[in-house]
Structure formats: C-alpha cells, structure tokens
C-alpha cells in the first residue's frame, strides 16, 4: 500500500502513514492533539484542520459549509489520506468562534442571474424635466408625472403628502433634473413614489432595503443592496419583548393588559430600529437610504409589531384579526428608515402558522420540488408544513419552549455558556460536553438537551419512559430537589458554582416537546394519507435547526428515522424567505401562493394528534418500528 | 279704469288706488311709510312687503327669492295692484335681517332625483359575517372581506392601519353584525374601509359629509346629509391666516418665512375644525360622524392647507407645487373629523385659477351650456372664465382687495356697520346710505364702494378719470389728508366719531381694481375672437357677488353692459362646488374635465392686458360704446 508524508504546521516533523489512513490518526503519530468530544463520529465539527495542499478524502464534511470544503476545511476524524498532504490546525478558539458563529450570512448569495429590472420593485430613475416657462405652467407634480410616463412609461405614479411636500424644492434644487426611487410592487402599470433626490445619481451607488426575521426570540435583520442583491451586513439581537415574556401566549396576555400591546409595540420596534441603526453604522449609510422592508415573522409577532390586537390568537377558535397584511410607508410602522420606505409584512396562514413559515417553505424549495417533503421550523413553537409543488398541509406543535431551554431548569438559550453538545461514556456513565464560547457551563441549549437526552437513552441512564435509573453504579445519578436528576456538570467546573442538572421533571418537559412535534408529523402524514417513510426530504429551517445533531434527534425520536442524506439544515429560513421577497417579486408572489393554498390543520381541534402525542411521550417512540436505526442502536 | 281696495295691516283704513297703483304709492295714500332709500329703483330691497291676498303684478323681484315670491313677498316700488289686496309691512328690523342674512344655504337644494346609490361613494353597509369556528379560522380581516364581496360584490377593499387594528374589537363587540362606512371614488371595484360600526345601524340614520370652500377672507362650511343631500347647517368664519396677511401674496411671503409655513396651515385648519365643531354642536352629533370632506379653494389656500410650500406661485413662471391632490385621511390633513375620513381636495387649473374656480364652474352650469357664458369670482382675488360647455378659456386678474374692503381708507368688509349702498341726491349731493345690520357706519364694503363710485360719477361728484369737482357746491366735496375727497358720512353719524369718505387714492384704487376685471373680460374675449356683447350669460360668483348692484356696477365698467337678465348671481359657487362633489361622483368628474379642459391665459404675460386695463381706468371705459346704457344714463 502506498505512503504519504503529511506535514502539520505545529508539529516539529512530518509523519509518514498509509493510504487510508485518517488525519486524525496521523496526528496523533505526529505528537498533535486534536479535539473530538464526539469520540471521533464527525457530528461535533471540533477536529477541523486546513488541508493547505495534497490530496484527501472526506468521507463526511458535516458541520462544514460548501465554501469551508473548497477553502479547504475537512474533519480530521473523516478524513483519509491519499497523497502527500500538508495540514494547519487552527488554534481552538478560532474553530470555537467558526463553530459557534452563525454561518449563514455569508452563505447567503443573490439568486443565481438575478436581474433587478426584471424583479425588483424597486426603480431607480433618472429624469430630466422641461423647466417650466410662462408658455407652460403646468404643475410641478405633473410635470413630474408626465416626464415619467414619457421616459419611463409608468402611466400612473402615486406620492404621500410628504413627498408632495418636498418635490418642488428638490426640482428647485437639482435644477429640474432628478432621481426619483419608485416602488413598482403592482406592476410598471402605477408606481408609488418613495422619494426623489437633486441632480442624477450614478447607477453604480446602491439602493437598500432590509429583510427582517421577528423572531419570537430573535430578531434578524440582512442589509441588502436591492440591486446586486448582495447581504451588505447582517445583524441579530434578542427581541425586547423578552422581557415581558418567553413565548407567544405570555406576550399575547401581557399585550391584553391596559398599555400592554403599546409596550409590546414600542419593545419589538426598540430592537427592530436598533438593528437598522447598527447595519447603518458598519455600512456608513443614512437609515434613510433604506427604501424597501420585508418583514417575516409568526403571526403574534406581526400583530404586536403593527399593534393589531392578538387577543383571538390564544383564544378558541384560534383566528388571527389578519394574515394578508397590505403594504404599509414605514412612517406608519415606526421602522426608523425612509419614512415612504415600502414595508411588506409577509403573508401568513393562520395563527400559529405565520409568515416565517410561508417565508420559509419559500426558502426551502419545498413549494417547488416534486419530492414529497417536509418542513420543520423549530424555534420556540414547531411549525411543520407537508407537501411538495402540488399541495402542501401545516400545523403547528405547541412543542413550547423546552427546546429552547425554558421550562427546564439549567436550560439556557444557545448562547456563550451553553453546553450545546453532550456524549457519556457507556461504562461510566461520565459525561464529556462542548460549551458554547468555551468556558466553564451556564446550562444547556437546546442541541445539548437533546444529545443529552438521547446519550442518557442509549447508555441506559434513563428508560424508554424517561425514568432515571438510580440503581447506576455512579454519583452523577441521584434523588434532588426535583425527584431523581442526572448531574452533567459538578459545581466546580460550572460558571454558576451549583450541579448543572437535569431531572425528572426536565425530561418529562422535554418528552412532551418531542412528542408534540412528532405527533404533528404523524397528523399532518395521515392527513393526506402518505406515510412518514415515504418523506424523500426532510427541510429543517430556524435557528435551532442549525446545530441540531441529527443521529440524536432520531434518537430521541424529535426527528423521523430517515436517511441522513435526506435532513437539510437550512438556518434561519424564515430571513432567507425575507430576503428573497425583498429581491424577487416573483419570489413575493410565490410566498402569497404558499400562503393561499397551503392548508392548516388545527390541531388542538384533533383527537388524533392526542393518541399520536401520547404514543410519541417514549424513547424514541411507544412503535420502536417507527426508527429501526434507534431500534439497532438499543440492540448494539 | 277699474279701481281695487288695498289694506295694508298697519294701517287704520283701507285705500281706494286704480288698477296699476304701485303698492309703494298705495301705502303713501293710506299713510303708511315704506322706506325707498334707492328711490324707488327696485334696488335696495327695503321696501319689501308680504301680500298675504289678491293679484298683483311684480315688474321686478330683485333681492327676492323664488320662495320669496311664493310667499308673497314683494317690492312695494316695483309691484302693482291689479286686484283687491291685503298688505303686510314687516317691521323694519326684520327685513334688516332678511336683506343681511346669507340666503345661499337655505337655497342650497340637492340636486334634483339625486339618487344616492348612483352618485354617493359612500356606502353604508350592514354586514353579517358567519362566526369563526375550528373549522372556519378565517382571519378577522379576510372574513370581513369575503362578507363585503359575498354581500355586495366589493372585489377589493382598502383598509388603514388603524381600522385593521380595531376591525377585531368591533366584529366581536357586534357579535359578527357590524355596518362599514366604505368609500367607493375608484368604482365599485374597488372600495377604502373608513369605519366599521358594531351592530347593524338603520337605514334612516344620516352618514355625514363636509363641504368645505377655502377663502382668503372667509372659510365656508357645509354639514350634509350624504344620502339624502339636506344641508343640516351652514357656518362660515374668517380664515384665521388673515392675521397673517389679508391676500394671497402676503400669506406666500410669510409662509416662506421660518414655521411660516407651518403656522399658516394651522391657522387655517384652526378655523376648519371650529367650523366643523361648531357645525357638530348644532346638529348634535360627533366629529368622527363625518367621513368625508370636500375642499374647494384657491391654490394658495389648498397649498398652505396641505403644508405644501406655495412659493413657487407667486414667481414668475408662477406655478403651483400641485392641481390635481390625491384624496387624503382626514388625519394626514389635520381635519378633525373621522380619522379615516376620505378628504377631497378638489382640483384646480393654475397658480392663481384655483378648485373654487373649477368647483364654481361647475356649480354655475357653465360648462353644461350652449350659451357663451362669462362666470366671474369676484373675491380677494378676480377670476374669469369664459366659454361653454365645448370650450373654456380662464385668467386671474390682480384686482387686489380693494373691492373687500382693503386699499381704500375706510373700507371694510361685508360687516355689520358696512355700508352696504349709496345713493347721491343729484341736487345736493347728499348721500342716502344703508348700514349692514342697521346703526351706525364703521365704514363702507364692496358693494357699498361700487354704488358710491358709480352714484359719484354719474351725479358728477367725479369725473371720468375718477378726479373729484371740488368746484361743486356742498361741504360734502373737500381737500383732505389724502387729496380731493367726498364725505359720506358726517363724524357724529359714524360708529367712528370721525368723517367716513372716500379720497382720490381711494377712488384710484378701485379704478384700478375694476379696470382689471374689465381687461380680464377683454383679454379672454380676444383669446377666442368672441366679442363680450355675444356673452348670453353672467354668471357672478362669490360671496361678494350677492349683493352686488347689476346697475352700479355697470356703470362704473366693472360689469359689462348687458341685459340686467343675462346677470345671475349665484352666491357661493365654490363652496356649492364643493357641496355638489361630496353628493355627486359626476358632479365630481366633471370637475377633473373642467379643470382639465379649461385652457388658462397668463395675463402677466400679455401685452393685449395692459393695453386693456388702461383702456378701462376710466368711468365705466375709454370706449363709452361699450356702454350704451350708460351712455344713455348719463346723458339723461
């Protein structure tokens, strides 16, 4: 069999290993530790080098972006060698900060060949106006209208009192030539204007809009030049409603008390007008510059942002006061941009299936694929949609919040001191785990519940029901405040000085989870009468999706046992749905048909989704048939 | 000759007169004083009688009203007897009242057959929405709509932030019954939602309108009924921008200055809404009752409305920001009335041929005639039109403000102490004069100047060139501060404690003022090739035009020399204008086709004008066969 030297950076000499042999394998020959918490199964990212030249193999590049695999990047416990190769290992807190970074700006890109003229509303032009004499007196607004319709042949131009206000100053000012920014949703047939500026502005300069995610936890923001199409900048920042409430149902309330919904209102649109003021200022630009909005979010979140009453959203028969919002000059939103800014709130399906789901099924394809398909959008509630180019079905789980690291005691959001990934050691019980920033504990997001959850399983630290089982030879297994717990962090290795736990009571929550989201496939699947296996992909959007370890999910039961090939992560495809409406009015349209015709399945409403819900409160599932891969795991 | 017993009430016995008796020269024999301050003319209208019974015969019923005449009313001076009479001589300061009192509005009819359901955009609809279930979780806004379409066939409507937000509250506080104020201007394919009542509301139940015409001096307002048409009340107030500047250029200038701009608006809007207050306080009902308005004015009083900068107006080329104003909410205007209300502006023509121009077009029927018509607004300003309903020519002359009062020492406007007529004893030389409200004189009004002027010249008071014959022999023609002088009214009969006259500035200015009507008339004529004698009609508009004397004015050439028949005084034709677009979606379209169609001369710009105007500084003109009439007049 062949040799190969492969060289490490920090290493003081290169090692010489057969064809084949991985490059974790080979670092270890070389005196070079490299990180793999998740014991070498290519799941946790940790064991990422820069192949810098020579030829490998990966023979898995989870957790690796197309762009990292073309720089380079591989997973050393995946990846073989088949040629002389030289290797950097990046410091590891350089592979924390790609870990825990978001990625998915950078991945965002224009549609392929997207061409503004054909697809964007938005129009900049250039005119040149007659100036007027005494032989023709004709008004300025309509001298305005009238160059317009002959250079550009919109025959119907519609302008707010402001801009009516300004125009014959900025005639004035530009000498009777200037650029007008006109929106063109309806079609080139009328057009409404957003603002005109003195004298001829070059076509290079670009024209911004932003795309908005209202996240019931966070709020995401892409600066967008509308005709390159190209993300300028993209901010995040927690939505200012947190603090009157974690989920929905807590802000609704708390909206229906007297000043309640203005609060809510004034929270959502404090983080929203933060987030434009922080784009602006890394992009050096005026928030007046930015002329076009699209808004994504779930129902509640559109209603308390336009402070529309959400009070019938929490109430039987579930019924938002609308899910068609029309478009609206940002003025009257309260987004500090342009204040004729064209603000589109996104279509949205029903109470609890919002317009970051229609935004999403957008931006996951699902609408467009003949494959059958389905969508999840886990956030803080799950909303699934079921379907392909032909129909599609949606409801949503109140999964609540567990995912999201409330309702469980030492749960936590998916920030700096999150154990977000967790493996124990089948003989003893000990716990490793990877925390978000590095650093000692806080508590666990989401991905580590889960990962937790399905090691706890596999290794028999909790049964099918989720009992603890305190007969275990370890002290990591014990009776506490809250019944029997498993201890994943002694208090000297946390940053809160106590146990990080998680109980009884913990895992009670987080079956329920589960099991609710689960059920919904189940409703959604006998719905229409095609079974769960029959799914060829499995779209996973949210944030929450980015992270998620798949082999855990199937575990525990919260994802269906599919084939790994068929789960895409697609990150938070509720701004990426945003993003495209804000480009592409064809896109816009396709969101309005998603919204049309997809149909909603109330599930409160639904003896069926009780008998699925109950049936999915086990580990993975009370039907073990349902995940013959778990059913291989247990038996192994 | 057959002879008639007259009795008139006041009266201790009946006289015996001839067939043919004035009824003024009956109530002489029976010893009854019957005031004839205009000697007898036919004129003044205090002589005014009511003839509860018998036959007489009216040889003129200037000053009466048709409904005057079907009461009985009469002029003693200008009725004869023909058949036995009984005779009421109202007290004096009753007719005092009649002949100041605005007659307008108790005229202001709805058009005849107006039939709502046609002509009205507003609609009232009383709508049943079925009642959201598990199985129907229709949003409260698509379920509103799909009612309007199902019901009404309303395939599109509009909705304000403001009335999504509230549509919920109101469906439930209805219980699913509600009535929605719509508006439909674009057609019945589309309608605006401006209110949505819980409950369905009788059909009897009035919806309210506002018609509202803009003057530099006096701002008008009608509260109508929308569906019936009634005019519930009429109030009118000084625009509150006189504090400001008493014409239109001033208020430019000073609206240029720093919050100039902003302080006209609210001045004006402050005189608006206590208008509309005060129309509401009569008639018992809420401001937010009234959902729609119309808005008739000249353009610098639309521009200032609005906040519209008017700078442009008043410099050569001098044109206008807008004519032709979206329709706006009444709370992007700033009218107190329904926030959502549909406020029309209507449109104008030019910089200075406004929508009271092409509102008093409308109202005056000049673009509906075969007749070659000329329509005069006589106000702060001058405008006319010339044409019929296939062509329309219009120009604006500067006449200044002299004719209200302004530019001449002791002018006023139309007030009470005004003096409102002015007759000269030919002998003497003495003035008759009549007071607006009876007592004491404060100063003389338009109509009050255009007698004095005309009864000086044609009583030789003055000469052609307006020079006043300080030769004549009375102490009423004397040297004073400001020149040559007449006195009409000694310091101890003023309300003044000082001599009211009229100088030869005075008389200059008026002279000027008439003089640029007049070549307005000249002007437009030459424009089309169409001598002022073909005019068949005059139509005179503007609160001024009321009490105009056709005679004075004739004879000092501010009106042409026509048959007294082809003069028709309309009284306010912009704010009926305004009146007829709030009942009437043709009546409004046909105001768009005349401001459209009407072809305005810019006199600034005209040479033909200044030769004109020169031509016409004399009394009645340089050309006396303009004026036969008066020629005859002052040859007798």
Chains 1, 2 share one sequence.
Not at 123 to 143: C, I, K, M
Not at 256 to 270: A, T
Request: glycine share 10%.
């Amino acid at each position: 069999m062949a040799e190969h030297i492969v060289k490490f950076d920090i290493a003081p000499k290169a090692v010489r290993v057969p064809t084949g042999t991985l490059l974790a394998e080979a670092a270890h020959q070389a005196g070079v530790t490299i990180q793999q918490p998740c014991g070498g199964q290519g799941r946790c990212g940790r064991c990422v080098v820069l192949v810098q030249s020579g030829t490998v193999r990966r023979r898995s590049t989870l957790r690796l972006s197309s762009a990292d695999v073309e720089s380079g990047y591989a997973l050393a416990c995946q990846t073989v060698v088949e040629g002389d190769v030289s290797v950097v290992v990046p410091p590891q807190e350089k592979i924390e900060r790609r870990l825990t970074t978001d990625r998915t700006a950078a991945e965002i890109e224009p549609p392929a060949g997207y061409n503004p003229d054909h697809l964007q509303t938005i129009r900049r032009v250039a005119l040149t106006l007659p100036t007027p004499t005494l032989d023709d007196q004709t008004d300025d607004w309509s001298r305005f209208q009238k160059t317009l319709r002959l250079e550009r042949g919109h025959p119907e131009v519609k302008a707010s009192l402001r801009q009516l206000r300004q125009l014959g100053q900025t005639l004035r000012d530009g000498d009777w030539r200037v650029t007008a920014i006109l929106d063109t949703e309806t079609g080139d047939e009328s057009a409404r204007l957003i603002a005109v500026h003195p004298g001829h502005i070059p076509d290079h300069a670009p024209v911004w809009g932003v795309a908005i995610d209202i996240g019931t936890t966070t709020v995401t923001l892409y600066l967008v030049d509308l005709f390159t199409g190209r993300v300028q900048t993209q901010v995040a920042e927690y939505n200012g409603q947190i603090a009157r409430g974690e989920d929905v149902i807590s802000r609704i309330i708390y909206s229906g008390k007297n000043g309640g919904g203005i609060e809510m209102r004034d929270l959502v649109l404090g983080t929203i007008n933060e987030l434009v003021s922080e784009a602006c200022q890394r992009t050096q630009i005026q928030a007046d510059e930015i002329v076009k909005a699209t808004i994504a979010g779930n129902s509640t979140m559109i209603h308390l942002l336009l402070g529309i009453p959400a009070l019938s959203i929490r109430l039987s028969p579930f019924v938002t006061a609308i899910n068609q919002i029309p478009t609206l000059p940002a003025q009257e939103v309260g987004l500090n941009i342009h204040p004729d800014a064209v603000v589109d709130c996104l279509p949205g399906v029903a109470s609890y299936v919002g317009s970051d789901i229609s935004a999403g099924v957008l931006s996951s394809g699902l609408d467009n694929t003949d494959k059958i398909s389905l969508f999840i959008d886990v956030g803080t509630n799950g909303e699934i949609v079921f379907g392909n180019n032909e129909w599609l079905v949606a409801c949503a789980c109140s999964a609540g919040p567990a995912f999201e690291g409330s309702g469980v005691v030492d749960g936590m959001r998916a920030t700096k001191g999150a154990i977000e990934e967790v493996w124990i050691n089948q003989a003893t019980y000990e716990p490793t785990y990877r925390v978000i920033g590095g650093g000692k504990p806080r508590g666990i997001c989401g991905s580590g519940l889960i990962a937790l959850l399905a090691e706890m399983f596999l290794t028999g630290v909790i049964d099918k029901s989720g009992n603890v089982n305190l007969t275990l030879s370890t002290t990591r297994v014990r009776t506490g405040d809250h019944g029997p717990e498993y201890v994943i962090a002694w208090a000297n290795e946390t940053a809160l000085g106590r146990d990080i736990v998680i109980s009884h009571v913990d895992i009670d929550n987080l079956l329920r989870a589960k099991a609710a989201i689960y059920a919904g496939y189940t409703v959604l699947a006998e719905s229409v009468g095609i079974p769960l296996e029959a799914v060829e992909q499995f779209l996973v959007g949210g944030s929450f999706g980015k992270y998620i370890n798949v082999e855990k999910a199937v575990e525990i039961g919260l994802l269906p046992d599919l084939p790994w090939e068929n789960f895409h992560f697609l990150g938070n495809t509720a701004a990426r749905g945003a993003y495209l409406a804000l480009l592409d009015r064809e896109a816009r349209a396709r969101i309005q048909d998603i919204a049309a015709r997809m149909t909603y399945i109330e599930l409160s409403a639904d003896n069926l989704f009780y008998e699925a819900f109950t049936s999915a409160l086990f580990l993975p599932h009370t039907d073990l048939s349902r995940f013959p891969t778990v059913q291989t795991a247990i038996n192994v």
